[in-house]
């Protein structure tokens, strides 16, 4: 039977449709398959690139981190602080707070940490620092050159806030001094860990525990000097422990430890003054004073001498204390002793200093037994306010480098008598005064008042932190470093220090 006219209508709709889709699925198709043609040949005539090409643009995007760590916040180094200007000048010449015998035991606390075999998670892991020279930014845009060229004046620059975080912390090494134990005395903030030293014109690479000791393979670095020099020692130790754990092979005359991957051996030996000292009495000079005998080496540490092969010596905080000078066997000054009836002192504190300087490098140098690098770490400058470590002196509340320095007479002057004593001694030396070095932090480290104890020498949880109501500070130590701190720095300036020497002797 023929359809009707309403079934023919209702086929001939639904084929229409079907014609319909056909033809918008086949313009879509061709659509895409014309784009992608054009694509690839736009494509093929730009310049070929792939992922590689892309990384440095990411490095740089991330930020100047190691190439082994890159921590999530960017950890660009832009904090950078302003040039030293001159201010007001501060008095000196107090007697300083320092430890009253060779073996340790700074005044009011003989206490050290102990290991607790536990780590701060947040601190980075030292052995995964990776590539320590990497430069910022800014030294690839103007073309500094790398400390490694060995060319670069390490002691002029300004100090950056570095998200790398410190090289260990106060839980990862055991031999911290309990005073300068910061963190664990409950030092409320940590900043002052995370600044580093940028050069004007290179980078100072960040500590390489490896390098350094790979460098000193079976050879004995010796920090000689006072309480400041242990610091050092201390904070080289702890930076080396992240990556081996040495043998204590020390004894009363001669701290001394022991890494045994490349029989590198660190040592210290306590020297007040680093000339002869002696309690006996010598003409006005009562018995029982300390006489400083301005014209003798020190016999401790001469007589250890041959047996090192870098010597790191400091001094000068002593020259505060209440003693007689003595030049040819005669009481020549004295320093907060001396009797009316003497007359005028022919020598002070500050040229005492000054000759003991030259004394001390010149016997080094010219020891026909010694034939090692001997390096002079420069005066290292305290931030007392207000007073000495004894009259109320304080530093509490400095949370970040100064962004000038306030100058210190005291500083000042003591610092420029060691560098003509130094220099003194470069002559006395003539061909061996070669084996001299000066490392001179004190400009760098003036800046640093945040980096001292202040009132958080002692693990006391009652301790006072803040001025009274009578607006006195409570007990401050403004002289030494906070560990993890500033101090680590000196130890990078020593290695570069090291480096250059040894690579110098090579060629």
């Given amino acids: 039977m023929p359809m009707s006219l309403p079934g023919r209508k209702a086929a001939a709709g639904a084929a229409g449709i079907r014609r319909w889709l056909i033809t918008v699925v086949v313009s879509v198709v061709s659509l895409v398959l014309t784009l992608a043609v054009i694509s690839l040949s736009v494509a093929s005539s730009l310049p070929r690139t792939s992922l590689y090409d892309y990384l440095p643009v990411l490095a740089n995007g991330l930020g100047k981190l190691p190439s082994s760590v890159q921590h999530?916040?960017?950890?660009?180094?832009?904090?950078?602080i302003d040039a030293p200007l001159h201010g007001e000048v501060l008095q000196g010449g107090q007697e300083p707070l320092v430890e009253q015998n060779g073996q340790g035991g700074d005044v009011n606390s003989s206490e050290r940490s102990v290991p607790t075999g536990t780590t701060d998670s947040k601190a980075p892991d030292p052995v995964a620092i990776g590539d320590a020279?990497?430069?910022t930014d800014d030294d690839s845009a103007n073309g500094f050159q790398s400390a490694e060229q060995g060319t670069c004046d390490l002691y002029h620059g300004e100090w950056f806030l570095d998200s790398s975080g410190p090289l260990y912390t106060n839980n990862s090494c055991p031999i911290i001094t309990q005073m300068q134990n910061c963190q664990g005395n409950g030092r409320p903030d940590k900043d002052y860990e995370n600044w580093r030293w940028k050069p004007e014109q290179c980078t100072l690479p960040r500590f390489d525990a490896w390098k350094f000791?790979?460098?000193?393979?079976?050879?004995?670095?010796?920090f000689v000097g006072d309480s400041v020099a242990r610091n050092q020692m201390e904070s080289l130790l702890c930076i080396l422990w992240q990556v081996d754990v040495p043998q204590n092979r020390g004894n009363k005359r001669m701290h001394k430890w022991l890494f045994k991957s490349t029989s590198t051996t660190i040592a210290r030996v306590w020297s007040s003054w680093l000339v002869h000292r002696s309690t006996e009495a010598v003409g006005i000079a009562p018995k029982g004073l300390d006489k400083v005998f301005l014209d003798i080496p020190d016999e401790t540490f001469m007589e250890f001498l041959p047996r090192f092969d870098v010597l790191v010596l400091s001094s000068g905080h002593w020259f505060a204390k209440r003693s007689a000078y003595i030049q040819n066997g005669n009481v020549v000054g004295g320093q907060l002793w001396w009797p009316r009836q003497a007359g005028k002192m022919q020598i002070n504190n500050v040229d005492a200093f000054g000759v003991?300087?030259?004394?001390?490098?010149t016997a080094v140098a010219t020891n026909p037994n010694f034939t090692g690098l001997a390096i002079v770490r420069s005066w290292s400058p305290d931030h007392y306010e207000g007073g000495a470590w004894n009259t109320g002196g304080s530093c509490t509340g400095k949370v970040k480098p100064l962004d000038e320095v306030v100058r210190n007479g005291f500083t000042d002057v003591m610092h420029g008598k060691q560098v003509t004593g130094?220099?003194?001694?470069?002559?006395?030396a003539g061909k061996h005064g070669s084996r001299l070095k000066l490392m001179d932090i004190t400009e760098p480290f003036a800046f640093r008042?945040?980096?001292?104890?202040?009132?958080?020498?002692?693990?006391?949880?009652?301790?006072?932190?803040?001025?009274?109501?009578d607006g006195k500070p409570p007990p401050q130590d403004c002289l030494h470093w906070c560990m993890p701190g500033p101090v680590d720095t000196w130890n990078e300036m020593l290695l570069e220090i090291i480096r250059r020497e040894f690579e110098r002797d090579r060629s």
């Fill in 72 to 80: 999530a916040d960017g950890g660009k180094n832009d904090a950078a």
């Fill in 133 to 135: 020279t990497a430069k």
């Fill in 213 to 222: 000791l790979e460098l000193m393979r079976g050879k004995t670095l010796a």
């Fill in 356 to 361: 003991s300087v030259e004394t001390c490098l």
């Fill in 422 to 428: 130094f220099r003194e001694a470069v002559k006395n």
């Fill in 449 to 469: 008042a945040d980096g001292h104890p202040g009132p958080y020498r002692s693990p006391d949880p009652n301790k006072k932190t803040q001025r009274g109501p």
